[in-house]
């Protein structure tokens, strides 16, 4: 089946399979429906989760027996990282986050901060890689990470949590400073340095891609949100 990134909660969760990774994608939690991203190397069989949500029974089961190397938290929101804690015990997965975001994860979770990333920074999957987008303004450690698959072209796939969704920038709650900083960097490091064919996949909702967003970044900065 072709994969739309259409997902709800307590449904199927949704699998793309590209020829080096296999992205799947579930919803979670009934009041944010997060979403939780499984990322699966074919050539070792490594996973890594993006967002240990909520619902960790859920996660669990996705992960099934093939273990999980790492948890990357996008950011330091408490709808982020419910399940964090369970999700670790479990697995014993490191968990890697944004270094400026990392305290306030620890501090809310009790789960220590293993990989403290950067901009250009780059986590494994098995094989395969992801490139860390600091992406500042939505909180000041809040990252994307880039996939790009060197068997499909080099197709770019993009996790924005929530710095990126269609139609906009994410939520900066009234903070003009904040949000003209978020708009800059998505605006320079995405926008900036990818193709319109990149794949978006956000941190609540359903996926775009780059070229459909791209021309109405005026209109997100003339509104202000």
Known sequence: ???????????????????????????VDAEMSNNAYLLRCT?????????????????LDLIGDAGLTTVITTHQHWDHHRALGAVVDATG????????????????????????????????VGSCTLEVLAIAGHTPGSIALLYVDPEDG?????????????????????DEA??????????????????????????????TVLGTERPHVPEWRARGW
């Open 1 to 27: 089946m072709t994969y739309t990134g259409d997902v709800t909660v307590g449904g199927t969760p949704d699998v793309r399979v590209l020829p080096a990774l296999t992205i799947t994608k579930v919803a």
């Open 43 to 59: 050539d070792t069989g490594e996973q890594v989760l993006i967002d240990a949500a909520a619902e960790a029974e859920v996660l």
């Open 93 to 124: 997965a490191s968990v890697a986050a944004g270094d400026p975001d990392a305290d306030a994860i620890t501090e809310q979770t009790d789960v220590p901060v293993a990989m403290r990333l950067s901009h250009g920074d780059r986590v494994p």
């Open 154 to 174: 080099g197709h770019p796939h993009l996790f924005t949590g929530d710095s990126l969704f269609p139609g906009g920038v994410g939520a900066t709650f009234g």
């Open 178 to 207: 904040a949000f003209a900083q978020l708009v800059d960097e998505v605006d320079t490091k995405i926008f900036g340095t990818l193709p319109d064919s990149t794949w978006v996949y956000p941190g609540h909702g359903g996926d």
